[in-house]
């Protein structure tokens, strides 16, 4: 069942960990489905910045005639 019309999704999860994560989320007040777009969320948006650093990285190496190859740098 899903909420505020998002789609539901499907993660395997042995039940051991399935158990103990939701005591934990219990625990903090919050539910795992929560706790999973909470994470989700974080990582995407770490993601997000990295990719505009580069980016950013690149056009300004590109600006100033240097090889705007990244990879070698980070």
Request: glycine share 6%; net charge positive; charged share 35%.
């Amino acid at each position: 069942m899903t909420t505020k019309g998002t789609p539901g999704r499907v993660v395997r999860i042995d039940d051991e960990t399935w158990a103990a994560y939701g005591e934990l989320c219990e625990a903090e007040g919050t539910s795992r489905a929560d706790d999973l777009r909470r994470h989700a969320h974080a990582r995407v948006n770490a993601w997000r910045k990295q990719q505009a650093r580069q980016t950013a990285l690149q056009r300004r190496l590109k600006h100033l005639g240097e090889d705007p190859s990244v990879d070698d740098i980070l």
